[in-house]
């Protein structure tokens, strides 16, 4: 079975930094794409960022130049870098993996959430 889990967040000061982690483990192929998300209250959970294998990081105009993923296939985890954080980036943060492995007994593709991390960024 596969399986995906989150660490890092917590309560920073604006300007601070944050970073965020997630690993896949499991009877994993191959991963495809990593990602990460996040939400607020009342609202859709929004992409912050992803990176897709062999394809340059996609990020959310909202957070470039401030946040950075990184992905190592090879272990099956990726990392969000987040600098200079504002109030606006408090949210729950999602991980998600998506790739090709065993699940449930049959070799499929898969597309696995994390359990969330919350970052407040807050005074």
């Known amino acids: 079975q596969v399986s995906v889990v989150q660490s890092g967040g917590g309560l920073v000061q604006p300007g601070g930094s944050l970073r965020l982690s997630c690993v896949a483990s499991?009877?994993?192929?191959?991963?495809?794409?990593m990602g990460w998300y996040r939400q607020v209250p009342g609202k859709q959970r929004e992409l912050v960022a992803a990176?897709?294998?062999?394809?340059?990081?996609n990020y959310a105009d909202s957070v470039k130049g401030r946040f950075t993923i990184s992905g190592d296939n090879a272990k099956n985890t990726v990392h969000l870098q987040m600098n200079s954080l504002k109030s606006e980036d408090t949210a729950l943060y999602y991980c998600?993996?998506?790739?090709?492995?065993?699940?449930?007994?049959?070799?499929?593709?898969?597309?696995?959430w994390g359990q969330g991390t919350q970052v407040t960024v807050a005074s």
């Open positions: 998600n993996q998506a790739g090709r492995g065993v699940v449930a007994g049959q070799i499929t593709e898969f597309n696995y």
């Open positions: 499991g009877s994993i192929f191959t991963i495809t794409a």
């Open positions: 990176i897709t294998s062999g394809g340059p990081p």
